[in-house]
């Protein structure tokens, strides 16, 4: 079964600073991998893709097959990013396409 | 479009008593699914249906019931709470993509089984 895995459960930054949050995956094949964000009061919604090497909000994730890893990255974060984050990995079989999370980071962004 | 929505928002259970949480979509999607999120482990699946007629199981399905009514539909029943079940449980929907898919997320429904 598919593993992802987020080692931090809380980053505290100040506002202006890096952030980086980790995610792990365990899968042979050539993974497809998202980070979804949920801000506060609101539903959880998709960030960004893997495949679509998007930048939004500012945030980019690089896939490192040799490190299983998909790192989100932003350069200066602002309050608004303030929010819980989950990695998380689709498996596509012919029975259906599955998502599995992982346990998610939240991210404060201190003034 | 109200996209997924999800009642009732909040329920306080006993345990032994039961309920059905509905979910709906508007967007015609194929797939519909059902998580619960818990503090420090995430989303994790309970149910799933890749269409319209059928259900699998998740990671987590000990205790519950699905049934897809029809293509916009999809509810969650607890037959006899517990209160390991206490938990915000979430209902998605998507289109299978590959790795442009999407899932769509409802508001959630925030379960307290005493």
């Known amino acids: 079964a598919q593993r992802v895995t987020q080692p931090e459960k809380l980053l505290s930054v100040f506002k202006g600073a890096p952030v980086e949050l980790k995610c792990n995956y365990s899968?042979?094949?050539?993974?497809?991998l998202f980070w979804y964000v949920q801000y506060s009061r609101q539903r959880l919604q998709l960030l960004l893709r893997?495949?679509s090497r998007e930048s939004i909000k500012g945030f980019t994730a690089d896939l490192n097959k040799g490190e299983t890893s998909f790192h989100l990255k932003k350069p200066f974060a602002q309050e608004e990013d303030s929010a819980m984050y989950y990695c998380?990995?689709?498996?596509?079989?012919?029975?259906?396409?599955?998502?599995?999370f992982g346990g998610g980071t939240r991210v404060l962004v201190k003034p | 479009n109200a996209g997924v929505t999800q009642t009732p928002k909040f329920q306080v259970l006993k345990t032994g008593q039961s309920m059905t949480l509905q979910c709906a979509q508007d967007?015609?999607?194929?797939?519909m699914y059902w998580y619960r999120q818990d503090p420090g482990m995430g989303l994790r699946l309970i149910y799933y249906?890749?269409?319209?007629?059928?259900?699998d199981k998740g990671e987590v399905p000990n205790g519950y019931n699905v049934s897809r009514l029809n293509k916009r539909e999809f509810s969650l029943r607890l037959e006899s709470a517990a209160p390991s079940q206490t938990s915000v449980y979430f209902c998605?929907?998507?289109?299978?993509?590959?790795?442009?898919?999407?899932?769509?997320f409802g508001p959630g429904t925030r379960l307290l089984v005493l």
């Open positions: 249906s890749a269409s319209e007629g059928t259900t």
């Open positions: 998380a990995s689709l498996t596509i079989k012919a029975a259906g396409n599955k998502l599995t």
């Open positions: 899968y042979s094949g050539s993974p497809e």
């Open positions: 967007m015609n999607h194929n797939s």
């Open positions: 998605a929907s998507s289109e299978p993509a590959g790795g442009l898919e999407t899932q769509y």
């Open positions: 893997h495949i």
